[in-house]
């Protein structure tokens, strides 16, 4: 039995979208210039975008903060966004911990490097619902 990516047609075409803003614009330019270019590619490929959306951060279900992404995709997906020479094991660290407080399952970190565009992709579901019957 084959496995199937979680969202798998929408990371496709989010993937698509970033090359096509890394291709016109490399790693030169800020971070609030590369999400807009990436919120008109991501429209272009007809995915419903919310930009700056307030989601409440949960600790044993109390509500302890709020994170604000730079992208949600489709209300599945959310997208963080960095434009720095790499991404370090806190970015990534700090990613993980907001997507675990949300209720999204998928994130994309997404740098773009002037080295290089680099997207990771984390996953988060089975452990946050083993936690919430714990």
Do not use: H
């Not at 075409?13 to 291709?23: Q, S, Y």
């Not at 209300?75 to 094991?89: A, D, G, T, Y």
């Amino acid at each position: 039995m084959e496995d199937k990516l979680l969202y798998e047609k929408e990371t496709y075409l989010i993937r698509g979208a970033c090359f096509e803003v890394w291709n016109e614009f490399g790693g030169a330019f800020k971070e609030k210039i590369i999400e807009k270019a990436l919120q008109i590619a991501l429209k272009e490929k007809k995915l419903n975008i919310e930009t700056q959306k307030r989601i409440n951060i949960y600790f044993k279900n109390i509500k302890v903060g709020i994170y604000i992404p730079d992208i949600i995709v489709n209300n599945k997906i959310i997208i963080e966004l960095k434009c720095k020479p790499f991404m370090s094991k806190g970015d990534i660290d700090q990613f993980w911990k907001y997507l675990r407080g949300s209720k999204y399952k998928l994130g994309l970190l997404i740098n773009f490097s002037p080295k290089g565009l680099i997207m990771k992709r984390i996953v988060y579901d089975t452990a946050r619902e083993k936690n919430a019957s714990a």
